[in-house]
């Protein structure tokens, strides 16, 4: 009684207490002067209350019996205080005898006080047209008080009844009544007149004439009961055509949803949210009907909408967004050719208009949106950021019941909201038990071989051919988003990344691997390594044909579940023990070989066939994608790298140096510079040649990089300059740097000609930020005026001390001096003589 509406639970406990009311007031009117006639009535009324036909036009299970034709009988000639018992008992014994399912205990006390409150309504109709109890009347006076009783007696009876079925199903009460009860009127009147013409033998002929006057009464009952068994019989079958079509709609609904969701339960779900929703906010049965069509069917228009949209996982376009627009349009359209017996097409077509008037297509407000659309709105709405879609992630149950809340009176029409949210603990109760009644058993494991190395991988089968359509679908959305995300970065790391981010939507991995190829040593290294276990191998080198990654680039062949250890073992690290299976295929560009991708799992044969055609397919793009990275890095190197001694180069230095500022500024530090250049360079380079001058270059700048700190920045700024950048460095500290510098520079000594040895000396000067400058120009500035400074005192110092070697740079140049392409002019030579 707990699952009627409140209004129905109301009329039951009224008509029941009504009845109780009723039997305990006339009880003491009760006199039992014929106990024999009470007697036989009762026990006759309570047989012939097992002779019921059951009313296939209802929906509460209500049956109509011929005991009403003995209870009629018992208000002639007993009276309407004995007849209540009478009709009382004849109301159990129908509820209770010959019934198909068993009545829940309110229904039949419900029908008891029913037939009490009927008798004596009868009984006072009987009364006032005239008719007396128990004493014979001419035909003539007994015909106005008989049709009158008669009457009162098939409105009330078929009147409480007909209002319990309506007030349980929020029907109108004179709907229920017109299509279910009306056309029984006949059986009541002839069952009154069978009744009065059974108290007439009785009075005049005894007891023993009665039972011929029930001929006409059984035959009635047969006729009711070949009547209504064929009426149940077309009511059958046309049940099960309608649910035939519905099924077949729904199998096509949810192949279509099935494209655009992940989750392939999301139209029954939303059915039965909407259904329950509908049923309590007072909806006729056909119109809950309506909405759970509507609900099945309200995407259908999604299939004019291109694949691309559906699917795109960012913002979309004004103009995408037109054409998502149309979709409730189109699935109206579609639906307005099927003549369904409730509304359906208006409840697409406006479900996704808003309470505020802001939806689309019609810009409907309030409740100028059908109450069923708006029913549909919501729980669709609560589904949507409650499933996993590619626009969005999932909203946890809390953050979805305040996104509903925020938006009730906005997008959600507020009572319904309300409703719906006092209704979720036990619709979703029941839309969880559903699922787990249609989920179907998991599918013997079948095997298949791979590879040589691959050994039996056991074939994972799609539970449903609803996920099979929904696996297509991310497969070519995965592709898709793949396809996007190899043109979104240069660089090998941050491409990998990208690619194994989205390649788990397709095929899975704990684990994630490049090698890249380098053809001169004939090896692979490892750069890129995600997941568990793996990260281990970044930057491991190994040999061509070693280990699952170099099977694979030496075969150029797909390995299919091999085993992990290979790669660990070839690599002389711990083996991945939590790893238990891999998939791994080659990267080619033009038949050249790149590297190979290796993705491992710790499930043991997780990998299939599908898995090998979907990873090849993606490999043949990535091969061109990452030798592009490859050499995109390979440039970006070379422009910020000197190529003669290794060093970062000015624009590097400018890259740094700007950071490095900003990081002092923000944080209130000191940065400093040095800059540094060899002395007597240009003559070293005229009296030995270039390439010594080139040597000298490579040992400073090697000289420098050993002296510095790892997060320091030694650049090689112009000819035989140097900078270097020093971070967190005070003034006191980068003189100290300074001089060590150049002690590091002075140790350098290096043979120029054979059985002749050549020491380098470098000049250098400083600058602090912020007390020396604040931008970068100002501290290059003061730093080269600094060096210039110390170049100068060095040389007036080493006039005298370092006099033989500049005799020695004299004598050899006289002795051995160049030979250029044209004879040097006089001048020139007395220049060279000067240096």
Same mark, same amino acid.
């Given at each position: ?21 009723? @039997?305990?007031?006339?009880? %003491?009117? /009760?006199?039992?002067?014929?106990? +024999?006639? &009470?007697?036989? =009535? #009762? $026990? ?12 296939? @036009?209802?929906?509460?299970? %209500?049956? /109509?019996?011929?005991?009403?034709? +003995?209870? &009629?009988?018992? =208000? #002639? $000639? ?17 509820? %209770? ?11 039949? =006390? ?726």
């Amino acid at each position: 009684m707990t699952r009627l509406p409140s209004e129905a639970r109301l009329f039951v406990i009224t008509t029941i207490a009504a009845g109780a009311v009723m @039997l305990a007031i006339y009880l %003491s009117h /009760m006199h039992f002067t014929q106990p +024999v006639l &009470f007697l036989v =009535l #009762l $026990l006759l009324s309570s047989a012939t209350a097992a002779l019921k036909v059951h009313l296939p @036009l209802t929906t509460g299970g %209500s049956t /109509m019996s011929v005991s009403y034709a +003995v209870d &009629f009988a018992s =208000l #002639l $000639l007993i009276g309407p205080d004995e007849t209540m018992l009478v009709a009382a008992t004849s109301a159990f014994c129908q509820c %209770s005898l010959n019934s198909k399912d068993k009545n829940p205990f309110y229904r039949t =006390l419900f029908s008891m006080a029913s037939l009490v409150v009927t008798v004596q309504g009868a009984g006072l109709a009987f009364h006032l047209l005239g008719g007396r109890v128990g004493t014979g009347m001419p035909v003539m006076m007994l015909a106005r008080p008989l049709v009158g009783a008669a009457t009162v007696y098939f409105l009330l009876n078929t009147g409480f009844i007909a209002t319990a079925i309506a007030l349980s199903t929020r029907q109108r009460i004179d709907t229920v009544w017109h299509a279910n009860f009306l056309w029984s009127a006949p059986s009541y009147f002839v069952g009154a007149g069978v009744a009065a013409l059974a108290a007439a033998v009785v009075e005049r002929a005894g007891y023993w004439l009665a039972p011929l006057t029930f001929a006409p009464l059984y035959l009635t009952y047969r006729t009711y009961k070949v009547y209504m068994g064929r009426i149940e019989d077309e009511q059958r079958h046309v049940q099960q055509t309608s649910d035939l079509h519905l099924a077949t709609i729904e199998a096509l609904a949810r192949a279509i949803d099935a494209k655009d969701q992940t989750a392939q339960t999301h139209i029954r779900r939303v059915q039965m949210y909407a259904a329950g929703v509908a049923r309590t906010m007072g909806l006729s049965e056909a119109d809950v009907q309506g909405v759970k069509t509507a609900a099945l069917l309200h995407d259908i228009g999604k299939l004019a909408v291109p694949e691309h949209i559906l699917s795109k996982p960012g913002p979309l376009t004004q103009e995408e967004f037109q054409k998502i627009r149309i979709h409730p349009q189109i699935g109206a359209e579609i639906i307005a050719a099927v003549p369904f017996p409730y509304p359906v097409a208006p409840l697409i077509l406006s479900h996704h208009e808003r309470w505020d008037g802001r939806g689309y297509p019609q810009g409907l407000k309030g409740n100028e949106i059908p109450l069923g659309a708006r029913i549909l709105t919501t729980v669709d709405y609560y589904d949507a950021v409650t499933t996993e879609r590619p626009y969005h992630k999932a909203l946890s149950h809390e953050g979805a019941l305040g996104l509903l809340k925020h938006e009730a009176g906005k997008a959600l029409d507020p009572a319904i909201v309300e409703r719906f949210l006092e209704l979720l603990p036990t619709l979703a109760a029941e839309a969880a038990a559903e699922e787990r009644k249609l989920q179907p058993a998991a599918p013997a494991p079948q095997t298949s071989t791979g590879s040589p190395a691959a050994g039996l991988v056991p074939e994972r089968t799609p539970q449903s051919a609803f996920e099979n359509i929904a696996l297509a679908h991310r497969e070519i959305y995965a592709l898709y988003e793949i396809a996007q995300a190899m043109g979104t970065s240069l660089g090998v790391a941050d491409t990998m990344a990208l690619i194994s981010s989205k390649l788990t939507n397709i095929v899975p991995w704990s684990a994630c691997t490049l090698f890249l190829y380098n053809q001169e040593s004939d090896t692979l290294k490892c750069r890129f390594a995600a997941g568990v276990d793996v990260p281990k191998l970044l930057d491991l080198v190994i040999t061509n044909g070693e280990g699952l990654a170099g099977w694979v680039a030496r075969n150029r062949r797909t390995i299919v579940n091999g085993n992990p250890r290979a790669t660990f073992d070839s690599a002389g690290v711990l083996s991945g023990i939590d790893l238990k299976s891999a998939i791994a295929c080659p990267l080619l560009l033009n038949d050249t070989l790149i590297g190979s991708l290796a993705l491992y799992h710790v499930d043991p044969n997780r990998y299939t066939e599908d898995h090998r055609r979907l990873l090849e397919r993606i490999a043949e793009q990535a091969g061109a994608v990452i030798h592009n990275s490859i050499v995109f890095e390979q440039t970006q190197e070379d422009s910020l790298t000197d190529p003669l001694t290794g060093l970062p180069n000015r624009r590097s230095m400018f890259v740094h140096l700007t950071r490095e500022l900003a990081r002092a500024e923000r944080l209130h530090g000191e940065v400093a510079l040095i800059v540094m250049d060899i002395d007597e360079f240009k003559a070293i380079n005229d009296t030995y040649g270039h390439h010594v001058g080139d040597r000298a270059l490579r040992e400073m700048a090697a000289a420098l990089q050993a002296a510095l700190r790892p997060y320091d920045l030694c650049v090689r700024y112009a000819g035989d300059e140097f900078i270097i950048v020093l971070a967190d460095c005070s003034g006191g500290g980068v003189e100290l740097k300074r001089r060590e510098l150049q002690d590091q520079v002075s140790k350098i000594e290096f043979e120029v000609r054979a059985g002749k040895l050549f020491k380098l000396e470098a000049s250098a000067g400083a600058a602090v930020f912020p007390h020396d400058g604040r931008t970068y120009e100002a501290l290059l500035a003061g730093a080269d005026q600094a060096m210039y400074r110390d170049k100068a005192a060095r040389r007036r110092q080493g006039a005298v001390s370092n006099a033989p070697v500049a005799s020695e740079f004299v004598a050899d140049m006289l002795a051995n001096p160049p030979v250029p392409a044209v004879a040097a002019s006089e001048p020139e030579r007395e220049r060279r003589l000067d240096a």
